[in-house]
């Protein structure tokens, strides 16, 4: 997060803001495009998102946290099936390149992921 005025608000969203790779600025600082939140009738903190090309890197990191914080690609086979079936119900293999990010990620080649996902469609 930014630097921002110390303020309850802004300490209650530092994890959600850290989980989808947005930052907290100064409401002052706020540009159009920032979501600028409220306490008591008065601006607290503006969010500014993160931007698209960064969605694929943050789901990525959220799975690696739901394994315990482990790098993903010492994960075993079914808790990488898993990984690849939790991405594609976030869409993860609708961005550019999603599948080979993916496979770097998990240490395996893309024909696995492609094998992981075809598996999970007939189940």
Known sequence: MSDTPDHPLTAALKPLLEAVGA???DPAEARPEDVVLEWDGAPAVAVRLAHLSSALDLLLAEMARQFD???LAELGRTEKQRVVALLEERGAFTV???V???ASALGVSRFTVYNYLN???KS
């Open 23 to 25: 930052t907290a600025v």
């Open 69 to 71: 914080g482990r790098p």
């Open 96 to 98: 550019r390149h999603g």
């Open 100 to 102: 080979e990010t993916v």
């Open 119 to 121: 598996r999970q469609e």
